[in-house]
C-alpha cells in the first residue's frame, strides 16, 4: 500500500517557539493533504486541506496563523506550530490521498507534540 | 452536512468469537465512500475496509466484512474470528465522491477489545 511518512514523530519544545512537522508521500504523487488533531481518547479533528502550490483551507475555529501549513511539493506538506504553547500538545496526524484513485486516504504514522 | 454516528463506545469480543461494530450517517449524496479506519495503540491510522455507495455488493477483506444498507444509512463492520491483534479503536468514516478535497469525515470511535 502507499506510504505516508510523518516526521518527527514525537517532539518536546518549549513554550513560546515553533515546531515544524512533515508529512511525505513517499511513493506516489499527493495533491491534497490533510492534518488533523486528535486529543486522547478522540476522534480525528480535521484542521486543514492543503493543496500544492496553493494556500490551505482551514476548517472553522483553527487559527491559520498559529497552525501554519505549506504544501509546496506533490510529496510533501508541513505544518508548522507557531509560538507553541501547552494547550497545543496533542497528536497531529496527516493524510495523503493518492491523485489518480482520488479515494481512500493513507495517514501518516503521527506526532506527538509536548509542549512545556 | 453530514454526520457519522458510532453509537457503541466500547465493544468487547472473546477470542476466536464474531463482533459488529454499527455505524449509522446522514447525507443527501449519492455519491459517496464509506470506510472503517482501525487505530491500535501505536495510533497508526489503517485502513480496514472500503465500500462504494454505487455498489450493492457488501465489501470483504479476509476475516472484515460490511453489512451496507443504503436506504437506511447503515455501515456495520463484522469481525469474524476476532484475533488480539483486533484490539483498537475503530473509527467509521464517510466521504463525498468526486474532487480530491472532499474531506473524511468521522465517527467518534469504538474501542475494540479481545479478550483471550
Known amino acids: 500500500g502507499a506510504v505516508v511518512s510523518q516526521h518527527p514523530s514525537w517532539v518536546i519544545c518549549k513554550s513560546g517557539t515553533s515546531v515544524k512537522i512533515e508529512c511525505r508521500s513517499l511513493?506516489?504523487?499527493?495533491?491534497?493533504m490533510f492534518w488533523y488533531r486528535q486529543f486522547p481518547k478522540q476522534s480525528l479533528m480535521l484542521m486543514a486541506t492543503s493543496n500544492e502550490g496553493s494556500k490551505a483551507t482551514y476548517e472553522q475555529g483553527v487559527e491559520k496563523d498559529k497552525f501554519l501549513i505549506n504544501h509546496a511539493s506533490l510529496t510533501l506538506s508541513t505544518l508548522t506550530v507557531t509560538s507553541a504553547h501547552p494547550e497545543d500538545s496533542s497528536f497531529y496526524i496527516c493524510?495523503?490521498?493518492?491523485?489518480?484513485?482520488?479515494?481512500?486516504?493513507?495517514f501518516g504514522q503521527g506526532t506527538r507534540l509536548t509542549v512545556v | 452536512a453530514q454526520t457519522v454516528t458510532q453509537s457503541q463506545p466500547e465493544m468487547s469480543v472473546q477470542e476466536a468469537e464474531t463482533v459488529t461494530l454499527s455505524c449509522t450517517y446522514d447525507?443527501?449524496?449519492?455519491?459517496?465512500?464509506l470506510f472503517w479506519y482501525k487505530q491500535p495503540p501505536s495510533r497508526q491510522m489503517i485502513l480496514v475496509i472500503r465500500q462504494e455507495a454505487y455498489k450493492q455488493q457488501n465489501a470483504t477483506e479476509n476475516r472484515f466484512s460490511v453489512n451496507f444498507q443504503k436506504a437506511a444509512k447503515s455501515f456495520s463492520l463484522k469481525i469474524s474470528d476476532s484475533q488480539l491483534g483486533d484490539a483498537a479503536m475503530y473509527f467509521c468514516?464517510?466521504?463525498?465522491?468526486?474532487?480530491?478535497?472532499?474531506?473524511?469525515?468521522f465517527g467518534k470511535g469504538t474501542l475494540l477489545t479481545v479478550n483471550p
Open positions: 447525507t443527501s449524496e449519492s455519491d459517496y465512500y
Open positions: 468514516a464517510y466521504r463525498r465522491g468526486g474532487g480530491s478535497n472532499y474531506k473524511l469525515t
Open positions: 511513493d506516489f504523487q499527493a495533491t491534497t
Open positions: 493524510s495523503a490521498r493518492i491523485q489518480v484513485l482520488n479515494t481512500e486516504a493513507f
